[in-house]
């Protein structure tokens, strides 16, 4: 800070003012007749040129003091001034203690700002706030990324479409309660939205008066959803063998009593439909029983072996029935892991099942056992050199990519009419998925159109002991 100058004319003022005492003295002692009118003047130019220098660096302080304090009152942030005398050192250190304090208190207020704004930045909600005509003073980071842009500055319509938000938004800026509704937003992947606006009264930060906070309730519709299509899959897959034998037996109790021949084909018919109920009825049994006990791990030591071996023996029949051949390529002699042996069991007659439905007549199928050399994605949770992996390979019409995703739901279904035919009720990779996921496994599906598909189950090893 350079050392404030004092003018000359102010500083003679001021030396005059403060000298005009001595000038009276020496006025009265012209006056009186003691001193000639020159010597008068003369003493008193004497006086203010003796007073000057002493004067001078006491109007230098405090024009320094009252221009740094001029320069806080702007909201500069100056050092005090280097004063040359003592009088002013007080005031300057009582103002720069009050400085202190104020710099205290606005770090402290920047730091609880900025905590805020983490706050509301790392909320898993994404928030709005928004100011009067729907201005969108600021988005949280989830907002940033539901919307998949930012639009600070804008009208909140330029993201948010949905006529009954706008309205709830333009309600609370009116003056309105706190709103509620739900909505949809079809971008990227349509996810489902309940939004709440709430009038944010006395905090107007950049005007803001509202603020729309969005809850993200996808999951939960979609698991309604997944529910009440399972209990009307569910109920029309028993419906339909169920309305054919009732009308077998309508039939036989009527028109075909005393018909011998047409008994015996009806009765052959209502012996496969009733076994199919029972098919139906024991995959969902099962597929309960599994989901139950899925967050629960189980602890037998199991060797997958042993169990392929098993299923491969009790599938001969079947695969013979379609001239199909079973292959066991098995690079292990063993494979213990942590399993229950009814469902390691079931999930391989599931996939050999499947396979031998799907797969050509006269093709092989081929059953490998490996460790695993590479993890797909969905296996990342597995450790390398500590799995093993277990592919089915048929040769097969294949399956096309745009299925793959959704094998494993209940019911689903490539071709429905084919899979009834073949005696399928759509439980079985659903029930497999389930089994896997108990095992802390994973399970990939390859298929190419035409060659056929694979599906490969990794399993952790258990720690040998
Ligand atoms: N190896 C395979 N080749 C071709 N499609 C398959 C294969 N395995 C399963 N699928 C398809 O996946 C669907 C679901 O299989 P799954 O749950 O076992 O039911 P299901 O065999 O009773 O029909 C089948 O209907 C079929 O469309
Ligand atoms: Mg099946």
Same mark, same amino acid.
């Given at each position: 800070?350079?050392?404030?100058?004092?003018?000359?004319?102010?500083?003679?003022?001021?030396?005059?003012?403060?000298?005009?005492?001595?000038?009276?003295?020496?006025?009265?002692?012209?006056?009186?007749?003691?001193?000639?009118?020159?010597?008068?003047?003369?003493?008193?130019?004497?006086?203010?040129?003796?007073?000057?220098?002493?004067?001078?660096?006491?109007?230098?302080?405090?024009?320094?003091? $009252?221009?740094?304090?001029?320069?806080?009152?702007?909201?500069?942030?100056?050092?005090?001034?280097?004063?040359?005398?003592?009088?002013?050192?007080?005031?300057?250190?009582?103002?720069?203690?009050?400085?202190?304090?104020?710099? $205290?208190?606005?770090?402290?207020?920047?730091?609880?700002?900025?905590?805020?704004?983490?706050?509301?930045?790392?909320?898993?909600?994404?928030?709005?706030?928004?100011?009067?005509?729907?201005?969108?003073?600021?988005?949280?980071n989830a907002a940033r990324a539901a919307f998949?842009?930012?639009?600070?500055?804008?009208?909140?319509?330029?993201?948010?479409?949905?006529?009954?938000?706008?309205?709830?938004?333009?309600?609370?800026?009116?003056?309105?309660?706190?709103?509620?509704?739900?909505?949809?937003?079809?971008?990227?992947?349509?996810? $489902?939205?309940?939004?709440?606006?709430?009038?944010?009264?006395?905090?107007?930060?950049?005007?803001?008066?509202?603020?729309?906070?969005?809850?993200?309730?996808?999951?939960? /519709?979609?698991?309604?959803?997944?529910?009440?299509?399972?209990?009307?899959?569910?109920?029309?897959?028993?419906?339909?063998?169920?309305?054919?034998?009732?009308?077998?037996?309508?039939?036989?109790?009527?028109?075909?009593?005393?018909?011998?021949?047409?008994?015996?084909?009806?009765?052959?018919?209502?012996?496969?439909?009733?076994?199919?109920?029972?098919r139906l009825i024991n995959d969902l049994l099962?597929?309960? /029983?599994?989901?139950?006990?899925?967050?629960?791990?189980?602890?037998?030591?199991?060797?997958?072996?042993?169990?392929?071996?098993?299923?491969?023996?009790?599938?001969?029949?079947?695969?013979?029935?379609?001239?199909?051949?079973?292959?066991?390529?098995?690079?292990?002699?063993?494979?213990?892991?942590?399993?229950?042996?009814?469902?390691?069991?079931?999930?391989?007659? $599931?996939?050999?099942?499947?396979?031998?439905?799907?797969?050509?007549?006269?093709?092989?199928?081929?059953?490998?056992?490996?460790?695993?050399?590479?993890?797909?994605?969905?296996?990342?949770?597995?450790?390398?050199?500590?799995?093993?992996?277990?592919?089915?390979?048929? /040769?097969?019409?294949?399956?096309?990519?745009?299925?793959?995703?959704?094998?494993?739901?209940?019911?689903?279904?490539?071709?429905?009419?084919?899979?009834?035919?073949?005696?399928?009720?759509?439980?079985?990779?659903?029930?497999?998925?389930?089994?896997?996921?108990?095992?802390?496994?994973?399970?990939?599906?390859?298929?190419?159109?035409?060659?056929?598909?694979?599906?490969?189950?990794?399993?952790?090893?258990?720690?040998?002991?």
């Amino acid at each position: 800070m350079d050392r404030p100058t004092v003018s000359p004319g102010r500083l003679l003022a001021a030396t005059m003012a403060l000298t005009l005492p001595a000038g009276a003295v020496l006025a009265a002692g012209v006056a009186a007749g003691f001193l000639t009118p020159l010597h008068g003047l003369m003493g008193y130019v004497a006086v203010l040129v003796l007073t000057l220098p002493l004067l001078r660096p006491h109007l230098a302080d405090v024009a320094a003091v $009252n221009r740094w304090t001029r320069s806080l009152a702007q909201g500069a942030d100056a050092d005090p001034p280097v004063l040359r005398r003592r009088p002013l050192d007080d005031a300057v250190a009582a103002i720069a203690q009050l400085r202190r304090g104020w710099q $205290n208190d606005r770090a402290a207020l920047a730091a609880s700002a900025r905590w805020h704004e983490a706050v509301f930045d790392s909320l898993p909600d994404p928030l709005v706030l928004i100011a009067e005509s729907r201005r969108v003073v600021r988005l949280n980071n989830a907002a940033r990324a539901a919307f998949g842009r930012d639009i600070t500055g804008r009208d909140l319509a330029a993201i948010l479409r949905d006529p009954a938000v706008l309205e709830a938004t333009d309600a609370v800026l009116a003056g309105e309660a706190g709103r509620e509704t739900e909505f949809a937003l079809p971008v990227p992947v349509e996810r $489902n939205f309940i939004a709440r606006v709430e009038r944010l009264d006395g905090a107007p930060a950049e005007g803001t008066t509202a603020i729309l906070a969005l809850h993200d309730i996808t999951t939960v /519709r979609r698991l309604e959803q997944m529910r009440a299509d399972f209990v009307a899959n569910a109920s029309h897959e028993l419906r339909t063998p169920l309305s054919t034998l009732l009308g077998f037996i309508e039939t036989l109790r009527g028109p075909a009593r005393d018909d011998s021949q047409a008994r015996e084909q009806f009765l052959g018919i209502m012996f496969e439909q009733a076994s199919r109920m029972a098919r139906l009825i024991n995959d969902l049994l099962s597929l309960s /029983r599994i989901e139950l006990n899925e967050h629960s791990p189980p602890s037998d030591r199991v060797d997958l072996v042993e169990i392929l071996d098993t299923a491969i023996l009790a599938m001969q029949p079947l695969a013979a029935a379609k001239t199909m051949t079973l292959v066991r390529r098995f690079e292990r002699d063993s494979a213990t892991v942590l399993g229950q042996p009814d469902e390691l069991a079931q999930l391989v007659q $599931n996939l050999l099942d499947n396979a031998l439905k799907y797969g050509r007549e006269g093709t092989p199928v081929e059953v490998v056992l490996r460790s695993a050399e590479r993890l797909p994605p969905a296996a990342a949770h597995l450790r390398l050199g500590a799995s093993v992996a277990l592919t089915v390979t048929d /040769r097969g019409e294949g399956i096309p990519r745009e299925h793959l995703p959704r094998l494993t739901e209940r019911f689903y279904r490539i071709d429905t009419a084919r899979s009834r035919k073949l005696g399928g009720t759509g439980l079985g990779l659903a029930i497999v998925k389930h089994i896997i996921n108990r095992h802390r496994g994973a399970l990939a599906i390859d298929s190419v159109l035409g060659q056929g598909s694979s599906f490969t189950v990794y399993l952790p090893l258990a720690a040998e002991n």
